[in-house]
């Protein structure tokens, strides 16, 4: 059984997302719904980054050792970790959802 959550930053991100009039939002916030199912069946779709490009904010806040992203619509990206302690339940924890420019200046990518 995979169960999602969602950090607050992912889930404020989401709602306003959801509640836009914007064309453009509203395909990325089905994207991320989209997404979010996907993960539910399979929670290592997403492509790993490796350990010494995480962030240092994601290994500080929340202690992650593991990361993947998933690409979105409109270039947005969701990233997202596994906790996996026992063999009943995976937690997939959406750290953040980000439009490219900010996705690229977490990762200095010029």
Request: hydrophobic residues 40%; aromatic residues 12%; glycine residues 2%.
């Amino acid at each position: 059984m995979v169960k999602v959550f969602l950090s607050s930053k992912a889930n404020d991100i989401f709602l306003e997302l959801k509640q836009s009039k914007h064309k453009v939002d509203q395909s990325i916030y089905k994207s991320i719904k989209e997404k979010i199912e996907i993960i539910k069946q399979n929670p290592k779709i997403g492509e790993s980054i490796k350990k010494r490009f995480i962030p240092n904010e994601y290994l500080e806040k929340y202690g992650i050792t593991i990361l993947f992203k998933l690409r979105l619509a409109n270039y947005w990206r969701l990233l997202y970790t596994i906790n996996n302690n026992n063999d009943i339940e995976i937690i997939v924890f959406i750290i953040d959802v980000l439009d490219h420019k900010k996705y690229d200046n977490l990762f200095n990518f010029k």
